[in-house]
């Protein structure tokens, strides 16, 4: 079964660090373009941070630019999100987003899917 697992969230004082893993897990043959997102409480899903497949390009939200940096290692079907400079408006549950090809039975596939969600929460 083919699952994106996120790990890496926690509590971290405001100007602290952490760094998100996102990893396909199951019969995957690779991941596209690895989309981050966050969802604070009440508030809608936003975006935070792209890293294309072969990781020559990026792309931030205004809010995260400068502290936050995505890479990835194709080799570990990983994806990583580096946060530091933390403050109290970037707690919220993190989610990678990414289309995963896979094998089922003989076919190759192609599907889209979310990371279970990890929580950040920065204190003041």
């Known amino acids: 079964q083919v699952q994106l697992v996120e790990s890496g969230g926690g509590l971290v004082q405001a100007g602290g660090s952490l760094r998100l893993s996102c990893a396909a897990s199951?019969?995957?043959?690779?991941?596209?373009?690895m989309g981050w997102f966050r969802q604070a409480p009440g508030k809608e899903r936003v975006f935070v941070a792209a890293i294309s497949r072969s990781a020559v390009s990026t792309l931030y939200a205004d809010s995260v630019k400068g502290r936050f940096t995505t890479s990835r290692d194709n080799a570990k079907n990983t994806v990583y999100l580096q946060m530091t400079g933390l403050k109290s408006e970037d707690t919220a549950v993190y989610y990678c987003?990414?289309?995963?090809?896979?094998?089922?039975?003989?076919?190759?596939?192609?599907?889209?899917?979310w990371g279970q969600g990890t929580q950040v929460t920065v204190s003041s």
């Open positions: 987003n990414t289309d995963v090809l896979f094998v089922e039975g003989l076919s190759t596939l192609r599907k889209n899917y």
């Open positions: 199951g019969r995957t043959l690779g991941t596209y373009r």
